[in-house]
């Protein structure tokens, strides 16, 4: 009999690796603590990587469909001038697939679907692990299993990294961090873009998503708010007009606000019988779009090793092995850029925006080319 793999998380990372693994002919059941696959009401972008590792497992029409296609990745001032553009289209062609901008609930409910609801054990919040030959789970509901398999996919705060693993350290970015949707109908020229324009200090991202839909982010340094509460149309008053129009077209009780953090990177992912993936292993901070992605590669690494004969069990040394390196580049210069996003010093502003303008080209293709290479 082939053991059950036990997945702790129905986030992206969770559903993904879950959805690989039954592809592979693994039986996988996930455990989930939240009472519905209900994501947060925010968009998503998933990049050129992982939606080659979504064509391969043959859901890259459904993501498109649902989405709304991004060819360019735009860095601008605060009136939206140009400082950095990043064009896809070369990356397109390569690979055969685009960077999706998607609501996040859609996407759950294509990965959900795609997996199958009887694989999905919701409202079940593991809160204990005890190892002796098996990994004896315990759940807030006082209900217990017994698994030889267990994947921790359970995010930033996992409880499999922090009950198996050595202490780790969550590093605060001192960004505050607003989402939203607004229904809008978004002038044509930016329907095939992300622009994140800077300003002093703070940052507005926005993206369309579907039809009517836009997607949008805004980031202060947290030094700046007293409060989550705060009004965004000040907050953002010097920004260009279509950036206020998009504001004003959210409603307030749509927005959701978090603060920036990040997992300091660990070394080790994976122990007998037991991996981690996703935000549990590398979360990153949110500057470079790459984190729901990575957990996407995560799964991809782990169904390749699998196309080479060994058991899932085998894996998971040489999938960290694997992962290591890039996932913690991301999360390096995610970090860096996060905080050159938010420099206040006009004179720093200045000197950036220059260099920024006038960086070759090819400094932007290296980057490019090592994101959205699969290992
Ligand atoms: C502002 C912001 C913008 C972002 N934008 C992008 C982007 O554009 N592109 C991109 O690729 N990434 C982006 N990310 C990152 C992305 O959201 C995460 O990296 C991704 O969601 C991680 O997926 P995951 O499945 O590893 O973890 P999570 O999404 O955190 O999922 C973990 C799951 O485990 C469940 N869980 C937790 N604890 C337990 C427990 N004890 N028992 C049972 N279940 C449990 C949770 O309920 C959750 O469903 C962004 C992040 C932020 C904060």
């Given at each position: 009999?082939?053991e059950?793999?036990?997945?702790?998380?129905?986030?992206?990372?969770?559903?993904?690796?879950?959805?690989?693994?039954?592809?592979?002919?693994?039986?996988?059941?996930?455990?989930?603590?939240?009472?519905?696959?209900?994501?947060?009401?925010?968009?998503?972008?998933?990049?050129?990587?992982?939606?080659?590792?979504?064509?391969?497992?043959?859901?890259?029409?459904?993501?498109?469909?649902?989405?709304?296609?991004?060819?360019?990745?735009?860095?601008?001032?605060?009136?939206?001038?140009?400082?950095?553009?990043?064009?896809?289209?070369?990356?397109?062609?390569?690979?055969?697939?685009?960077?999706?901008?998607?609501?996040?609930?859609?996407?759950?409910?294509?990965?959900?679907?795609?997996?199958?609801?009887?694989?999905?054990?919701?409202?079940?919040?593991?809160?204990?692990?005890?190892?002796?030959d098996l990994f004896?789970?315990?759940?807030?509901?006082?209900?217990?299993?017994e698994s030889k398999l267990?994947?921790?996919?359970?995010?930033?705060?996992?409880?499999?990294?922090?009950?198996?693993?050595?202490?780790?350290?969550?590093?605060?970015?001192?960004?505050?961090?607003?989402?939203?949707?607004?229904?809008?109908?978004?002038?044509?020229?930016?329907?095939?873009?992300?622009?994140?324009?800077?300003?002093?200090?703070?940052?507005?991202?926005?993206?369309?998503?579907?039809?009517?839909?836009?997607?949008?982010?805004?980031?202060?340094?947290?030094?700046?708010?007293?409060?989550?509460?705060?009004?965004?149309?000040?907050?953002?008053?010097?920004?260009?007009?279509?950036?206020?129009?998009?504001?004003?077209?959210?409603?307030?009780?749509?927005?959701?606000?978090?603060?920036?953090?990040?997992?300091?990177?660990?070394?080790?992912?994976?122990?007998?019988n037991?991996?981690?993936?996703?935000?549990?292993?590398?979360?990153?901070?949110?500057?470079?779009?790459?984190?729901?992605?990575?957990?996407?590669?995560?799964?991809?690494?782990?169904?390749?090793?699998?196309?080479?004969?060994?058991?899932?069990e085998?894996?998971?040394?040489?999938?960290?092995?694997?992962?290591?390196?890039?996932?913690?580049?991301?999360?390096?210069?995610?970090?860096?850029?996060?905080?050159?996003?938010?420099?206040?010093?006009?004179?720093?502003?200045?000197?950036?925006?220059?260099?920024?303008?006038?960086?070759?080209?090819?400094?932007?293709?290296?980057?490019?080319?090592?994101?959205?290479?699969?290992?």
């Amino acid at each position: 009999m082939t053991e059950t793999v036990t997945i702790i998380g129905a986030g992206i990372g969770g559903l993904t690796t879950a959805l690989t693994l039954k592809q592979k002919g693994l039986s996988v059941t996930i455990f989930e603590s939240s009472a519905e696959i209900k994501p947060v009401g925010a968009g998503i972008i998933i990049a050129n990587n992982a939606m080659q590792v979504f064509q391969k497992l043959g859901i890259q029409d459904k993501i498109e469909k649902a989405g709304n296609k991004i060819s360019y990745m735009k860095i601008t001032d605060t009136q939206l001038n140009n400082i950095s553009v990043v064009d896809l289209t070369e990356y397109e062609k390569k690979y055969g697939v685009h960077n999706i901008a998607i609501h996040r609930g859609e996407l759950q409910k294509i990965l959900a679907n795609e997996v199958g609801y009887d694989t999905i054990n919701l409202s079940k919040r593991l809160s204990k692990i005890e190892k002796t030959d098996l990994f004896k789970l315990t759940f807030e509901d006082n209900s217990t299993i017994e698994s030889k398999l267990l994947i921790g996919a359970d995010g930033i705060k996992s409880i499999v990294r922090n009950q198996l693993f050595e202490e780790s350290t969550l590093r605060n970015a001192n960004q505050k961090c607003w989402r939203g949707i607004c229904e809008i109908d978004l002038p044509e020229k930016y329907h095939t873009e992300l622009n994140e324009a800077w300003g002093k200090g703070k940052r507005f991202g926005f993206v369309k998503i579907s039809d009517h839909k836009v997607y949008w982010y805004a980031l202060t340094n947290s030094k700046n708010t007293k409060s989550d509460e705060v009004n965004l149309t000040e907050m953002f008053s010097e920004f260009h007009s279509d950036i206020l129009k998009i504001i004003s077209a959210t409603g307030k009780e749509q927005i959701i606000v978090s603060d920036i953090i990040d997992l300091k990177p660990i070394y080790k992912w994976q122990g007998e019988n037991v991996c981690l993936i996703g935000d549990a292993a590398h979360a990153t901070t949110p500057n470079l779009g790459q984190g729901a992605c990575q957990a996407i590669e995560d799964a991809y690494v782990l169904g390749k090793l699998l196309d080479t004969g060994i058991a899932i069990e085998n894996t998971f040394k040489e999938y960290e092995n694997l992962r290591r390196k890039k996932a913690h580049t991301i999360v390096n210069t995610s970090w860096t850029v996060g905080k050159m996003a938010h420099i206040e010093n006009s004179f720093g502003i200045f000197l950036r925006n220059m260099i920024m303008k006038n960086l070759p080209r090819s400094a932007n293709k290296k980057q490019m080319d090592m994101i959205f290479n699969l290992n």
